[in-house]
């Protein structure tokens, strides 16, 4: 499965869009991205996945560039509930779903 | 109805004993894993079970002993507990073929070896 690479930490202001990248340049032909979530002491949420289209679901957005080599994840109307660690990650989409995690990028959505 | 559910909850217990964690899920689905988060936060696979037989066996101690009864269940035991075995595990769960399935996570048990 081909390594993602995301900041660390960012912010956002409790209303406003939230916008986080990820980088995936080595990713395959036949490779999905997912975005899963997990908030403090829970267990990881899924959010969305795309292959090449965009793709929007009631929780978020997902922007894959033409590429493929990144894509964006985008939560409309970040809330406070929203604080939590994202995780992009890239697989086949076949077989048993092993999901490989990396560190994620903690998103703290501010009052 | 909770989707993929574990017991225990909490979990603490002395070096040396043996342990068990259950995971259900009444999601219909044929797979199902066990993670395991350390205390540096990093998730990694430990096992899957497609149908009660096993498919994935990462580099686990032999101490760790999944078992599925049926597609819906899969349990981990744990013989002779060390400290490094402290840890939150989860149990997840998803359908197994040629999609993009996504997966359902339980809320994990915190295991605390003393």
């Known amino acids: 499965d081909a390594k993602t690479t995301q900041p660390t930490s960012m912010d956002c202001a409790e209303g406003r869009a939230a916008n986080l990248p990820c980088n995936h340049s080595?990713?395959?032909?036949?490779?999905?991205v997912y975005w899963y979530r997990q908030i403090h002491s829970q267990g990881p949420q899924y959010i969305i996945h795309?292959?090449?289209n965009n793709e929007t679901n009631e929780m978020a957005s997902l922007i894959i560039t033409e590429d493929r080599k990144s894509s964006t994840l985008i939560l409309p109307h970040a809330t406070l509930r929203d604080t939590a660690v994202y995780y992009c990650?890239?697989?086949?989409?076949?077989?048993?779903?092993?999901?490989?995690f990396g560190q994620g990028t903690r998103l703290t959505i501010n009052p | 109805d909770t989707a993929v559910s574990q017991t225990p909850k909490y979990l603490v217990t002395q070096m040396g004993n043996d342990k068990s964690i259950k995971c259900e899920q009444n999601?219909?689905?044929?797979?199902m894993y066990w993670y395991k988060q350390d205390s540096k936060k990093f998730l990694k696979i430990m096992f899957s079970?497609?149908?009660?037989?096993?498919?994935i066996n990462e580099t686990v101690p032999n101490r760790f002993s999944p078992k599925s009864p049926d597609k819906a269940h899969l349990n981990l035991h744990i013989n002779s507990l060390e400290l490094g075995d402290s840890a939150v595990y989860f149990c997840?769960?998803?359908?197994?073929?040629?999609?993009?399935?996504?997966?359902?996570f339980g809320p994990g048990t915190r295991l605390t070896v003393t």
């Open positions: 999601l219909g689905h044929d797979t």
């Open positions: 990650i890239v697989r086949v989409a076949a077989g048993a779903q092993k999901l490989v």
């Open positions: 079970y497609n149908n009660k037989e096993l498919i």
């Open positions: 795309g292959l090449k």
């Open positions: 997840a769960s998803s359908q197994y073929g040629t999609g993009a399935y996504e997966q359902y």
């Open positions: 080595t990713i395959s032909g036949n490779e999905y």
